[in-house]
């Protein structure tokens, strides 16, 4: 038997480090050759590692949140023959030795006592873990356990480390176990709760955090805010669902609110810029690229739709579906979460008359868009009801005035509100 010692890959498009978002394996697992064994996040993505060799996990360096550069020794696999190194010749730093896997078992490293969970008086008997670790499952099959209402941590996963599939959760689903999220129908009895759960701010929540800190510390914002008449636009969309060509997406607002977004910054190119405050250059773009900020099981991603301004009106619904789908699916590659020169929030069902987004850094300006109510509105000395939908913007003070804000603001009002006009 010997070691292969793994180093951390060069993942390409100049990145020199990776954040460890999760292990996937635990030391003594048996790993088959291109088993995921690690999720890295890097500046631009998140990437799942494949195991190299065939083997069991005999080390495993740093554990969620702990940064490792590319070419550091981050795991090691007792294999067959001679493997590529011994298992005394990787140096391990201090800081590493003091580290173990997060998946180990639970006495090799203390933890902090988790709060306990009791399972519905019907479900099945919790799958035993690890003190302090969580279920395993991509996203993928968290989204389909969270639409089922099912608890992962009362199903059994058959991969590495208890890693839960798709068809472990069709297995569950199947032995009629209703270990879901909601508490007992009809209890009555009420119980002091005085348990807590600590969360450490890693991977994605962390890069948030840094990015979100970063805009609203350095960008002086201001916000501008409108309401939109979209009855028009409403009968329109309407009519383009009722008779669009086969294959085509059904439209929502904002293939329509992208395209008039286009019309818009053409007409006030100084919104669609980037500002590199480092060296205090502002570059204009020619090229629409709309991020659209879509919140995942991860968090929240900014996929971008490039060259809107090439589109029509299915292309724009068409590409936008790919992007956020991809994005919510863990699939989005670099080229799809990068190259963005404007960014579109939406709210969605949760609606809200306004918010002040955060500029999506190092962009100038953003729009938020709330949902559409149907609503009583003065027209010409009579109160008629309408459809309505607010419009929040967020401008980069510095490069932006707040004449040339509202101004886009108001262009696209004009736009959205005669929605003929954004076809001609």
């Given at each position: 038997m010997g070691i292969f010692a793994f180093k951390m890959p060069d993942i390409g498009e100049g990145v020199v480090e990776?954040?460890?978002?999760?292990?996937?394996?635990?030391?003594?697992?048996?790993?088959?050759?291109?088993?995921?064994?690690?999720?890295?996040?890097?500046?631009?993505?998140?990437?799942?590692?494949?195991?190299?060799?065939?083997?069991?996990?005999?080390?495993?360096?740093?554990?969620?949140?702990?940064?490792?550069?590319?070419?550091?020794?981050?795991i090691e696999f007792e294999v067959e023959g001679d493997g590529n190194t011994s298992s005394d010749s990787t140096p391990v730093p201090a800081k590493e030795k003091a580290e173990e896997n997060p998946k180990a078992p639970a006495e090799t490293k203390a933890k902090p006592t988790p709060v306990e969970v009791s399972a519905p008086v019907s479900a099945a008997?919790?799958?035993?873990?690890?003190?302090?670790?969580?279920?395993?499952?991509?996203?993928?099959?968290?989204?389909?356990?969270?639409?089922?209402?099912?608890?992962?941590?009362?199903?059994?996963?058959?991969?590495?480390?208890?890693?839960?599939?798709?068809?472990?959760?069709?297995?569950?689903?199947?032995?009629?176990?209703?270990a879901t999220r909601s508490a007992p129908i009809g209890?009555?009895?009420?119980?002091?709760?005085?348990?807590?759960?600590?969360?450490?701010?890693i991977g994605l929540r962390r890069k948030i955090a840094d990015s979100m800190m970063a805009s609203y510390s350095t960008i002086a914002h201001f916000s501008y805010f409108e309401e939109v008449d979209i009855t028009a636009l409403e009968q329109l969309r309407q009519h383009l669902n009722a008779t669009r060509p086969e294959g085509a997406p059904k439209l929502t607002y904002l293939p329509f609110i992208m395209l008039a977004c286009v019309k818009a910054l053409d007409k006030s190119p100084e919104c669609n810029a980037l500002y590199d405050d480092d060296v205090g250059v502002v570059t204009r773009h020619q090229a629409v690229n709309l991020g659209i900020a879509t919140q995942t099981d991860r968090g929240?991603?900014?996929?971008?739709?490039?060259?809107?301004?090439?589109?029509?009106i299915w292309q724009a619904a068409s590409e936008m579906m790919r992007v956020t789908s991809a994005t919510r699916e863990g699939k989005a590659g670099v080229e799809d979460l990068t190259g963005s020169t404007f960014t579109i929030t939406s709210l969605g069902r949760l609606g809200g008359l306004g918010a002040t987004p955060i500029i999506n850094k190092p962009e100038v300006g953003i729009l938020g868009v709330h949902n559409a109510k149907e609503r009583a509105v003065v027209r010409n000395g009579n109160i008629v009801i309408r459809r309505m939908m607010n419009l929040s913007s967020s401008w980069d003070h510095r490069v932006v005035d707040g004449h040339d804000g509202a101004t886009m603001v108001q262009t696209l009002k004009t736009y959205l509100e005669n929605p003929a006009t954004i076809f001609m």
């Open positions: 990776g954040e460890v978002v999760e292990w996937m394996v635990a030391v003594g697992d048996k790993i088959k050759e291109d088993d995921p064994i690690l999720s890295v996040m890097t500046d631009k993505a998140t990437v799942e590692i494949p195991s190299p060799v065939d083997g069991t996990v005999k080390r495993v360096v740093g554990e969620a949140g702990d940064i490792l550069p590319v070419g550091v020794v981050c008997p919790a799958v035993t873990r690890a003190a302090g670790t969580k279920a395993l499952a991509s996203p993928a099959v968290r989204q389909r356990s969270r639409e089922a209402n099912i608890n992962l941590e009362y199903v059994a996963g058959s991969g590495p480390a208890g890693r839960i599939s798709h068809a472990d959760l069709d297995a569950h689903i199947a032995g009629g176990s209703s209890s009555s009895a009420k119980v002091e709760l005085n348990g807590t759960e600590q969360h450490k701010v929240l991603y900014v996929p971008v739709v490039k060259h809107t301004e090439a589109m029509d």
